[in-house]
Nanobody, 115 residues
Framework: QVQLVESGGGLVQPGGSLRLSCAAS????????MGWYRQAPGKQRELVAS???????NYVDSVKGRFAISRDNSKNTVYLQMNGLKPEDTAVYYC?????????WGQGTQVTVSS
């Protein structure tokens, strides 16, 4: 059974930082491209950042220079370090594991940026 379990969300003031974690089980983690998506109320889910098997990363323009995605294949875990948080970063953040013919999602973790 595949499980992606996110953690690390919460309430933070503008300018603050959070580190999200996603622990995967039931898959060969190193075979997957891992991604973080987010969905704000009334908006479509969007890709925030992704990291390939080889470690190549990609970011949506709005988070470049503020967020950093990384992975630890020995721990089957992907991280999203979020610095300089803004109110517009408020959303539910979802972890995704993807490869050909396989696509898995976590349940999401809420991130709220507010003073």
């Amino acid at each position: 059974q595949v499980q992606l379990v996110e953690s690390g969300g919460g309430l933070v003031q503008p300018g603050g930082s959070l580190r999200l974690s996603c622990a995967a089980s039931g898959i060969i983690f190193s075979f997957y491209t891992m991604g973080w998506y987010r969905q704000a109320p009334g908006k479509q889910r969007e890709l925030v950042a992704s990291i390939t098997r080889g470690g190549s990363t990609n970011y949506v323009d709005s988070v470049k220079g503020r967020f950093a995605i990384s992975r630890d294949n020995s721990k089957n875990t992907v991280y999203l370090q979020m610095n300089g948080l803004k109110p517009e970063d408020t959303a539910v953040y979802y972890c995704n594991a993807n490869k050909i013919n396989a696509d898995y999602w976590g349940q999401g973790t809420q991130v709220t940026v507010s003073s």
